[in-house]
Antibody, heavy 122, light 111 residues
Framework: QVQLVESGGGLVKPGESLRLSCAAS????????MSWIRQAPGKGPEWVSYISTSSHYTSFADSVKGRFTISRDNAKNSLYLQMNRLRAEDTAVYYCARDVGAAATRRAFDIWGRGTMVTVSS | QSALTQPASVSGSPGQSITISCTGT?????????VSWYQQHPDKAPKLLIY???NRPSGVSNRFSGSKSGNTASLTISGLHAEDEADYYC???????????FGGGTKLTVL
């Protein structure tokens, strides 16, 4: 079945780095824009970043611009989020999500993983 | 403070209809038809209910419908069921530097 599984979360100190991964299955990964969306404890979702099907286009939320990078490996059906210079306010569950529109982003997300928790604390 | 404004809570009885509003600006909700709605139960990932203002993904009940007027989008749930009790979030494309913004969420209580 269609599935996204995130990994790589954990506890890190402010200023450190972390790389999240997302393994996709059950659909043609290379046909879809993909996004990372995070949700801090007790808060609503916050979109973080998206990447186009062939990695030509990326976009980031202002809150992570210059610190996070997004990438994908279509041969491995995998999505990545490299997070540098982490801050306490980056603490959240990070979800990998598929865009509802194939080949173009509609800024809507129809498939979500279960998330991976990132905690930034000294 | 979220970019899109939603009421903190709404409530209704089983069988009734409720509407949740989502107010933005001409830079997001009012200017584009990229408005989406999500349902989230505790400790679960959000579930897409509506995209492009009015479209339902396959498998989503037709009790959920979306609309937009000016800078305000709305989600209507008809024939409330107990399992509709959840948090609901709207989102929209924004022409500001952050590409996608979410609302602060609305907690629906089914009485």
């Amino acid at each position: 079945q269609v599935q996204l599984v995130e990994s790589g979360g954990g506890l890190v100190k402010p200023g450190e780095s972390l790389r999240l991964s997302c393994a996709a299955s059950g659909f043609t990964f290379s046909d879809y824009y993909m996004s990372w969306i995070r949700q801090a404890p007790g808060k609503g979702p916050e979109w973080v970043s998206y990447i186009s099907t062939s990695s030509h286009y990326t976009s980031f939320a202002d809150s992570v611009k210059g610190r996070f990078t997004i990438s994908r490996d279509n041969a491995k059906n995998s999505l990545y989020l490299q997070m540098n210079r982490l801050r306490a306010e980056d603490t959240a569950v990070y979800y990998c999500a598929r865009d509802v529109g194939a080949a173009a982003t509609r800024r809507a997300f129809d498939i979500w993983g279960r998330g991976t928790m990132v905690t930034v604390s000294s | 403070q979220s970019a899109l404004t939603q009421p903190a809570s709404v409530s209704g009885s089983p069988g009734q209809s409720i509407t949740i509003s989502c107010t933005g600006t001409s830079s997001d909700v009012g200017g584009y038809n990229y408005v989406s709605w999500y349902q989230q139960h505790p400790d679960k990932a959000p579930k897409l209910l509506i995209y492009d203002v009015i479209n339902r993904p396959s498998g989503v009940s037709n009790r959920f419908s979306g609309s937009k007027s000016g800078n305000t989008a709305s989600l209507t749930i008809s024939g409330l069921h107990a399992e509709d009790e959840a948090d609901y979030y709207c989102s929209s494309y924004t022409s500001r530097s952050t590409d996608v913004v979410f609302g602060g969420g609305t907690k629906l209580t089914v009485l």
